[in-house]
């Protein structure tokens, strides 16, 4: 529901700036996925993932000649290894920069 409320997508493109709105969209989902992944709710995860997913496919357009699924390669193989009990969560920080600063 609070994604829902805040959905980037529905806010206005400040003047002069590109539209980043279904790109920071998929990221915030992509966080949600690995925030729920960490705290052992993999159903959750799943469904972060795959509305990112979804949402990449239909409105985010790629420069770099990679496709939508190629881009989620990573953050599934490390859902599912975490889903199975093969990777410890409480290290999950330091398999992604979800937790890190960009800057």
Do not use: C
């Not at 996925?33 to 949402?55: I, M, Q």
């Amino acid at each position: 529901m609070i994604t829902a409320e805040h959905d980037p997508r529905k806010q206005p493109v400040l003047a002069g700036f590109d539209d980043t709105r279904a790109h920071d969209y998929v990221v915030l989902h992509n966080h949600l996925a690995l925030a729920a992944a960490r705290e052992g709710d993999d159903r959750a995860a799943a469904a972060f993932l795959a509305e990112a997913k979804a949402v990449d496919r239909a409105e985010v357009t790629r420069d770099d000649g990679r496709s939508s699924d190629d881009a989620f390669l990573w953050l599934e193989t490390l859902l599912a290894g975490l889903a199975e009990n093969l990777l410890p969560r409480k290290y999950l920080y330091v398999l992604t920069s979800a937790f890190r600063s960009a800057y």
